[in-house]
């Protein structure tokens, strides 16, 4: 079996300097599954929070109501526990701490007929870092075309 991306989190390239990546099991409900077998997922300004008690949770992660369910459908914005080993945990909380950094949701897939989310710590970028990161870009794709004439 593949890997089937279920939706990925553009703007956390864009905004945050990606540095590690790590892979959580996500803890859904059944109607939440169906809509995501369907490909319907937002992880637009989606993060990840350790809590006091050593649980992770991802929040703003969006799951469509699904169609053809009843009063016992989802809600769309639930917090969701994400399913991590305990070394885990306090490793990248001390990751987190020591370098003063967030952890950011960056794509959502099936792995082996089981829905993974991957988040990374990452460190914000300031405006000015977003504008070299953009010109290093269109360096980089004029020279692949090989029509750089600066």
Excluded: C
């Excluded at 593949?2 to 390239?13: D, F, L, V, W």
């Excluded at 077998?37 to 989606?46: F, I, P, Q």
């Excluded at 959502?108 to 829905?115: G, L």
């Amino acid at each position: 079996m593949g890997i089937k991306i279920i939706g990925t989190n553009k703007r956390a390239n864009f905004d945050f300097t990606l540095l590690d990546k790590f892979e959580a099991g996500i803890q859904l409900l059944g109607t939440e599954v169906k809509v995501l077998r369907g490909g319907k997922v937002t992880l637009n300004e989606s993060y990840v929070v350790i809590d006091s008690k050593g649980e992770v949770w991802a929040y703003n992660v969006n799951v469509p109501h699904y169609t053809f369910g009843n009063i016992n459908n989802h809600t769309e914005q639930r917090v969701k526990k994400l399913l991590l080993n305990r070394l885990e945990i306090t490793r990248i909380y001390h990751q987190m701490k020591t370098q003063n950094l967030t952890l950011v949701v960056t794509k959502m897939y099936f792995k082996d007929s089981k829905i993974k989310l991957e988040f990374a710590l990452a460190k914000g970028k300031k405006a000015h870092d977003k504008r070299d990161a953009e010109k290093e870009k269109d360096v980089a794709r004029k020279l692949q075309r090989g029509n750089y004439d600066d």
